[in-house]
T-cell receptor
Framework: RKEVEQDPGPFNVPEGATVAFNCTYS??????FFWYRQDCRKEPKLLMSVYSSGNEDGRFTAQLNRASQYISLLIRDSKLSDSATYLC????????????FGQGTILTVHP | DADVTQTPRNRITKTGKRIMLECSQT?????MYWYRQDPGLGLRLIYY???????NKGEISDGYSVSRQAQAKFSLSLESAIPNQTALYFCATSDFVDTQYFGPGTRLTVL
């Protein structure tokens, strides 16, 4: 089993829709979690950090469920510009100083 | 100017050639990382360094070597390139809170 797993999608949603991605992690010692956005052939860019139960930034909400070992990313009122690959990552515990990434979830927002 | 730079941005080489990818950062971070990204496999850690005197193997270090010339510079070498090393390579830096910042990537093709 991969240490961090994501549904690769693709998710195809219309503009204005709400979409949610889940990411599960197997290392119960992981302490911090991240969502990155990656546009095609570009570098990943940090979207949100999650250290406790959750985080919110505008249309984006990340939630952490330690009991079930997953983090989620909710995007409200999707925009065409939200089309990208979303990577989740886990750090800490036995992976001190390192991030373990999921394989990414592809989102396409259409008119 | 970009905080994390990589050179070259694109490289085509032949099997058996020695290749060096370079990474420089102006963020003042001690930690630096090298990843490769392949379609459907996400980001995989090759090597990482927590300071100039510290080098550690990552998940997929075979066939690669690194050099940390200074706090700001971390180079990745392929001593004898092979076709399955064709990938997108990213350098990243982080401070002590685990958030990583990525360079623009190097697209390497080994023929």
């Amino acid at each position: 089993r991969k240490e961090v797993e994501q549904d690769p999608g693709p998710f195809n949603v219309p503009e204005g829709a709400t979409v949610a991605f889940n990411c599960t992690y197997s290392n119960s010692a992981s302490q911090s979690f991240f969502w990155y956005r990656q546009d095609c052939r570009k570098e990943p860019k940090l979207l949100m950090s999650v250290y406790s139960s959750g985080n919110e930034d505008g249309r984006f909400t990340a939630q952490l469920n330690r009991a079930s070992q997953y983090i989620s990313l909710l995007i409200r009122d999707s925009k065409l510009s939200d089309s990208a690959t979303y990577l989740c990552a886990a750090a800490g515990g036995t992976s001190y100083g390192k991030l373990t990434f999921g394989q990414g979830t592809i989102l396409t927002v259409h008119p | 100017d970009a905080d994390v730079t990589q050179t070259p941005r694109n490289r085509i080489t032949k099997t058996g050639k020695r290749i060096m990818l370079e990474c420089s950062q102006t963020k003042g971070h001690d930690r630096m990382y090298w990843y490769r990204q392949d379609p459907g496999l996400g980001l995989r850690l090759i090597y990482y360094s927590f300071d100039v005197k510290d080098i550690n193997k990552g998940e997929i270090s075979d066939g690669y070597s690194v050099s940390r010339q200074a706090q700001a510079k971390f180079s990745l070498s392929l001593e004898s390139a092979i076709p399955n090393q064709t990938a997108l390579y990213f350098c990243a830096t982080s401070d002590f809170v685990d958030t990583q910042y990525f360079g623009p990537g190097t697209r390497l093709t080994v023929l």
